[in-house]
């Protein structure tokens, strides 16, 4: 017998412990509950551990940005090498941790349609003027948020690390292989507006 498909939510976090905790929050609130692979560069991110439901840590060694690459973005490949956790037959779902999932029943949704890959809309924050985005497969106008997608596919089409926008890359690659569905509703949006990508390092 095979097992029933799991809906795995990639997180990336480092040094936000707040918004962290909001992320969770909103996972925990989903009518059916999805498996959280948390991923933190960083082992001083503490407030990780006493996570009370199911989850994964995933701790990729950290790799400085190339400053002589264009837009080199090497945490990208965090959701690459983290896909090493996650077994084919079931979805994923990415979130960085200032982001927080919306509609109560998104990972029911993912797990009903069983689409290959299925991309709901993600409202941004204020500097945004609360934007909608994923109508489309667009520069500008898609997000890391947006998506699910079957694991074996993930496994299968990488995040680029390189020349910027990587997460319309990826989605962008998927909808030209696999069957693609739409959805309606805003699914997920931030917590806050940040000055820089992912979070308030501290190691660069």
Known sequence: MNPV??????VRTHNRPEEFKCCMD?????????????????????????LEMEHLIFRPKYKKPRWWIRHHNPFEDYFNQAMSLIPDGNFVIYL???DKLIYPDWVRTILEKKQDVLIGRF???????????????KRGEIGTGCVA??????????WITWGGHGD???????????????FPEIIAGVQSD???????RKNY
């Open 194 to 200: 940040l000055n820089h990508s992912w979070g308030r």
């Open 96 to 98: 960085d941790d200032d």
């Open 149 to 158: 997608v079957r694991s074996e596919l993930a496994r299968r089409h990488k």
């Open 5 to 10: 498909p799991r809906v795995y939510v990639m």
């Open 123 to 137: 409202q941004l924050g204020k500097s945004h003027n609360y934007k909608v985005i994923g109508e489309r497969v």
């Open 26 to 50: 909103s996972l925990r609130s989903q009518s059916v509950l999805p498996v959280p692979v948390i991923i933190s560069d960083d082992p001083a991110d503490r407030y990780i551990q006493p």
């Open 168 to 182: 319309c890359k990826f989605i962008r690659d998927l909808t030209r292989h696999y069957r693609t569905e739409f």
